[in-house]
């Protein structure tokens, strides 16, 4: 019994062995042809920068990707549009470069050195995402997005101030914008780093968060308190100057002026001040309007030498040499000095500002001044007899009051001095007496 168990423990040792052998065999010839064999040609799969590769291998997968990227760089560019126009920048422009040659060494990395270890990989082709390397010149990609802020820029509308039968109205003001070049810059930047393609537009429309809104000085809510018309001034437009000055209050039809501030004619207001033929009776406007305010006060003025045709007596501003007009707002609030035309031709200057303004009325006293008389002999005239030889003028004095609350101030007193009359009296004596 004990030897006929000891014939079947040697028999099952042989078998085992004859039968692991074979497993060896059957696994060790395999792997090694299989050691002994080149992978297969790896496929790519991609999907990048607006191109997909499917199935391709890597020497196509590389010819495709290097054409698709030459062509946006030659042909693409940064689009920026604006009220209808458009300006190209091409790629080349700021030396733009794309290197895919990253892209193909991280799926050679990928590759399985022999078959065997491509078939235990589980994998025949590589499939994943992938960002190009972009190169560009910075500083010329600045210069171009800095000469854009002009080509974008709109100017802000003020509100404006109209006059209309007797009351101010206010019209709306418009929003302006620029294009902020920082965030520009971080844009395209982003873009071309991480989704390159042929165009990359810049609009108001399509990226509106790159515009910074620019408000006017002055809104239609900023403007809704002045209510109150406080003095009027009009007259004929002299011909010859109603375009200019329609063209100048197209511009700028009002002046806002803040409680403590003052305001020079000349240097405030010089779309008016320049003019000509008209700037004379428009400074002298403005300066009659602004008399009968005890709280606007006038620090400088130069009157003329003599009265001005069309111009009321007392109210003239020379505006020669260092002529000029200066008053101060010394009121809590802001004024407004408003300028217009009319369709009767016609200047209007109004003072207009919040409710609280204290203005009283102007008055004036003239006396005229009789010239004095130069008598002259002249041998060539009869004996006491006379003639004119200059007629002289009369000369005027204008005292200017203001009354308020009752009370009459005189501000000052212009003099336009007289001009002397001349007469020559015959002496007799001929001149040939006097040779004599």
Same mark, same amino acid.
């Given at each position: 019994m004990g030897l006929v168990l000891v014939l079947k423990s040697k028999n099952f040792r042989f078998w085992f062995c004859i039968f692991?052998?074979?497993?060896?065999?059957?696994?060790?010839?395999?792997?090694?042809v299989l050691l002994s064999l080149p992978p297969s040609e790896m496929q790519?799969?991609?999907?990048?920068?607006?191109?997909? %590769?499917?199935?391709a291998?890597?020497?196509?997968?590389k010819d495709i990707l290097e054409r698709h990227f030459r062509e946006i760089i030659e042909k693409g560019g940064l689009i920026f549009e604006s009220d209808g126009?458009?300006? !190209?920048?091409?790629?080349?422009?700021?030396?733009?470069?794309? @290197?895919?040659?990253?892209?193909?060494?991280? %799926?050679? !990395?990928?590759?399985f050195g022999n078959r065997y270890f491509q078939m235990i990989g589980k994998t025949d082709g590589y499939t994943g995402g992938y960002i190009p390397e972009v190169y560009y010149n910075e500083a010329k990609l600045k210069s171009i997005v800095m000469e854009m802020e002009d080509f974008f820029y709109q100017q802000p509308v003020n509100a404006g101030i109209t006059l209309s039968d007797g009351s101010l109205s206010v019209y709306e003001h418009q929003n302006g914008f620029k294009l902020d070049a920082s965030k520009t810059l971080e844009y395209i930047k982003e873009k071309i780093t991480t989704d390159t393609s042929k165009e990359i537009i810049i609009s108001k429309d399509t990226t509106p968060g790159l515009f910074n809104v620019i408000e006017?000085?002055?809104?239609?809510?900023?403007?809704?308190?002045?209510?109150?018309?406080?003095? %009027?001034?009009?007259?004929?437009?002299?011909?010859?100057t109603a375009e200019n000055f329609k063209e100048?209050?197209?511009?700028? @039809?009002?002046?806002?002026?803040?409680?403590?501030?003052?305001?020079?004619? !000349?240097?405030?207001?010089?779309?008016?001040a320049g003019l000509k033929d008209l /700037?004379?009776?428009?400074?002298?406007?403005?300066?009659?309007?602004?008399?009968?305010?005890? @709280?606007?006060?006038?620090?400088?003025?130069?009157?003329?030498?003599?009265?001005?045709?069309?111009?009321?007596?007392?109210?003239?501003?020379?505006?020669? @040499?260092?002529?000029d007009l200066k008053f101060l707002n010394d009121s809590a609030d802001e004024i407004a000095i408003v300028f217009?035309? /009319?369709? /009767?031709?016609?200047?209007?200057?109004?003072?207009?500002? &919040?409710?609280?303004?204290?203005?009283?009325?102007?008055?004036?006293?003239?006396?005229?001044?009789?010239?004095?008389?130069?008598?002259?002999?002249?041998?060539?005239?009869?004996?006491?007899?006379? &003639?004119?030889?200059?007629?002289?003028?009369?000369?005027?004095?204008?005292?200017?009051?203001?009354?308020l609350n009752g009370d009459s101030v005189m501000l000052y007193e212009d003099v336009y001095p007289p001009v002397e009359r001349v007469i020559s009296i015959g002496s007799g004596v001929k001149k040939a007496d006097i040779i004599k």
């Open positions: 692991a052998v074979q497993i060896i065999v059957a696994c060790m010839v395999p792997t090694a790519v799969y991609l999907d990048i920068a607006g191109i997909s %590769v499917s199935g291998d890597i020497s196509e997968a126009k458009q300006e !190209k920048i091409p790629y080349t422009g700021f030396e733009l470069q794309i @290197d895919i040659q990253g892209l193909f060494e991280q %799926v050679e !990395k990928g590759r006017p000085e002055y809104t239609a809510d900023e403007l809704a308190g002045f209510t109150q018309i406080y003095a %009027v001034e009009r007259g004929k437009l002299p011909e010859g100048a209050a197209s511009h700028t @039809d009002y002046y806002i002026i803040g409680s403590g501030r003052t305001i020079s004619f !000349k240097e405030d207001m010089p779309i008016f /700037n004379t009776i428009l400074a002298s406007a403005l300066y009659k309007a602004i008399l009968p305010f005890e @709280d606007i006060k006038v620090t400088w003025r130069k009157p003329s030498a003599q009265p001005i045709s069309g111009i009321e007596a007392g109210f003239e501003v020379s505006l020669e @040499d260092e002529g217009q035309v /009319n369709e /009767n031709n016609e200047w209007i200057i109004a003072v207009a500002g &919040k409710p609280g303004l204290k203005a009283g009325e102007i008055k004036t006293e003239k006396t005229r001044i009789t010239p004095p008389v130069i008598y002259s002999q002249d041998n060539t005239l009869p004996e006491k007899e006379q &003639k004119v030889v200059e007629p002289g003028k009369d000369g005027l004095s204008v005292k200017v009051y203001r009354v």
